[in-house]
């Protein structure tokens, strides 16, 4: 095992990163789903805090958008959803492939994708229009150093968030131990559940356009191309079962109709 | 159209945009006719060596399938690790 995906990246571990710590929900703003967590430890506790605190100090941020309800989301991205019947087709798994080598060749596919669509909302999407990597103002993204697993996670404006994110996946495809290039040469044991956390992180780059550049995204004519992404990835995730409904966050009344209506159209 | 200003419009039209948006239309394109051709194909070579197999012994078969399995696994693998950008520096 490479020391990369050692240091990067520590399979016992997982479900420190599925937790609520990596991101943050304001109770105040949706006060029917917030539930409070008995267990909640005391750091989350603090964090809250926090983050309401910083709420109410970011409300005052001129240039932070605030496409907040689920309706305005979906409605933006129906106006251009084309037919998915021939994506849900193509995500299926080959007769006789290896998953493995099929969910590579998907997260080297979605990592380009994204970095397409990002790249062009770059002018856009800058530390001062989005100081905080959020989707909506109910959630918010938090980095955590993968060097320094002790370091609590950080918020970050939303370009610094990609691009650590990016990095991070990058030192993933260039390590032969992780991503083999050699013929014959197997995937690491951990390699299912790696994929489900780049893929749970790679989705919050989508979450973060849908919900703060998309008036940009539409203007630039790119709307059917992060369409078409998107659902091309939520039929990937639901093949494959690598995200669950509550990674989807704010985006998961649109995600949802996006596959029933795929549903409908086979 | 509210939320977008003028200032919007004069980046949208730099030229740093307008190539950072072609390179990504033609991007997509590129990779969803490469897509959809792959999987066509792919489908029409599965069926192709059912065919064939179903003519063949029965210890025959497996062995011919696996080696089929096989060179489709290598051939995504290298699909997959295509040089990329990085690769000519």
């Given at each position: 095992m490479s020391s990369f995906l050692q240091s990067h990246f520590n399979s016992s571990a997982i479900p420190t990163i599925r937790s609520t710590r990596t991101f943050r929900r304001n109770?105040?703003?949706?006060?029917?789903?917030?539930?409070?967590?008995?267990?909640?430890d005391q750091q989350q506790q603090q964090q809250q805090a926090y983050y309401q605190q910083e709420l109410h100090s970011a409300s005052s941020i001129p240039g932070q958008r605030q496409v907040s309800s689920h309706k305005e989301i979906r409605q933006y991205a129906e106006q251009t959803l084309g037919s998915g019947s021939a994506l849900a087709q193509a995500v299926k798994l080959p007769k006789g492939e290896d998953v493995n080598e099929w969910l590579a060749v998907h997260v080297v596919n979605f990592y380009n994708q994204l970095n397409m669509l990002y790249g062009t909302v770059t002018e856009f999407c800058s530390p001062s229009t989005c100081p905080r990597m959020i989707a909506t103002q109910e959630y918010e993204y938090l980095w955590q150093d993968p060097m320094n697993r002790r370091k609590p996670p950080v918020s970050m404006s939303a370009p610094g968030?990609?691009?650590?994110?990016?990095?991070?996946?990058?030192?993933?495809?260039?390590?032969?131990?992780?991503?083999?290039?050699k013929m014959g040469v197997p995937f690491p044991r951990q390699f299912p559940a790696l994929v489900r956390t780049i893929m749970k992180r790679l989705f919050r780059v989508y979450a973060h356009m849908y919900c703060h550049h998309f008036d940009e995204i539409n203007e630039l004519g790119l709307q059917t191309h992060l369409?078409?992404?998107?659902?091309?990835?939520?039929?990937?995730?639901?093949?494959?079962?690598?995200?669950?409904p509550k990674d989807?966050?704010?985006?998961?009344?649109?995600?949802?109709?996006?596959?029933?209506?795929?549903?409908?159209s086979k | 159209p509210g939320?977008?200003?003028?200032?919007?419009?004069?980046?949208?039209?730099?030229?740093?945009?307008?190539?950072l948006v072609t390179v990504c239309q033609m991007y997509f394109l590129d990779y969803y006719c490469d897509l959809f051709d792959y999987v066509i194909s792919r489908r029409d070579r599965i069926k192709q060596v059912e065919e064939i197999l179903d003519g063949l012994p029965f210890q025959e078969r497996s062995l011919q399938w696996n080696n089929y399995v096989g060179r489709?696994?290598?051939?995504?693998?290298?699909?997959?690790?295509?040089?990329?950008?990085?690769?000519?520096?």
């Open positions: 109770p105040d703003l949706s006060p029917t789903k917030f539930q409070q967590d008995q267990q909640q968030y990609v691009e650590a994110l990016m990095t991070w996946i990058q030192g993933f495809l260039d390590d032969d131990s992780v991503f083999p290039t369409n078409t992404s998107l659902k091309h990835f939520v039929l990937f995730c639901r093949e494959f079962q690598l995200l669950s989807y966050g704010p985006m998961d009344e649109l995600v949802s109709r996006m596959l029933d209506d795929d549903g409908k | 939320r977008i200003g003028r200032e919007f419009y004069k980046k949208a039209n730099s030229p740093k945009t307008k190539r489709e696994r290598a051939f995504l693998r290298k699909k997959r690790t295509k040089p990329r950008n990085k690769d000519f520096h």
